[in-house]
Each structure stands twice: as structure tokens, then as C-alpha cells.
């Protein structure tokens, strides 16, 4: 990804798309990716409290986001494409950051490796 300046996804001998990694990840992306870690407490029904909590912040912020994945202290979500803008998502969460107990998050595009993943509902397998 970091080396070419040019892509092709070929999919069943037909070439589906061209461009930078940039222009594919912009036009077949659905969304973003969110990660939240939540600062650790010792009681454990506190530690789900604040996960809840976060839970219930990103679902309101963030219309149709979905939790991917949810593992001890840190939650990921995917967030569908939305008229926010970026500067905007990041002053939402900065703004909350520390009434949520969020000791660290990231929010980024699709990744490339999610832009093939598409794709690959297409492929036919041959006999």
C-alpha cells in the first residue's frame, strides 16, 4: 500500500476498479473505525458501568455505529458514513473524554485490507 502509487482489484479475470489507494478507499469505504480503551477500575461492575456508558455516548453521537468487537477494557465500533466532519468527530470525543473515563481512542478510515474484503462477495468460485 505504502509503495504504489497505482491499484487494480481484479475479481473473476475482470478488473473492478483503478486508482490510488486513497481514491478506492474513498469511494468503496462504508464508514469509519472507532476504538475506545476505557481506564481500568478494580470492581468489575464498575468497569462494565463505564463501558455501558461509553456504549450508550458512541450510539447516540454516532448514528448506526455498530460494536465490532469488545474486549476487557476497550470496545470497537464500526461508524457508518456520516456528514460529520472529522474535526468534528475528534472535538466529540475530546469533549467527553474524561466524563467517560476514555483513557485513549482512535478514529480512522476503512482500512484497505476492509476495501478487498468487499470484494471478495463478488468471486465465483470455478469448477
Request: charged letters at 25%.
Amino acid at each position: 500500500e505504502a509503495l504504489c502509487t497505482r491499484l487494480a482489484i481484479m475479481v473473476n479475470g475482470e478488473f473492478k476498479c483503478l486508482g490510488s489507494t486513497q481514491h478506492l478507499k474513498n469511494k468503496f469505504s462504508k464508514g469509519f473505525l472507532l476504538t475506545i480503551k476505557v481506564k481500568k477500575v478494580d470492581e468489575q461492575q464498575a468497569q462494565q458501568l463505564r463501558l455501558e456508558a461509553v456504549k450508550s455516548f458512541v450510539n447516540g453521537s454516532f448514528p448506526g455505529a455498530v460494536l465490532k468487537e469488545e474486549y476487557v477494557d476497550s470496545l470497537s465500533f464500526h461508524v457508518p458514513q456520516t456528514d460529520l466532519k472529522w474535526s468534528a468527530m475528534f472535538g466529540l470525543m475530546e469533549s467527553h473524554k474524561e466524563q467517560l473515563n476514555i483513557e485513549d481512542y482512535s478514529l480512522g478510515q476503512t482500512t484497505l485490507e476492509q476495501v478487498f474484503l468487499f470484494f471478495t462477495k463478488y468471486q465465483r468460485i470455478v469448477d
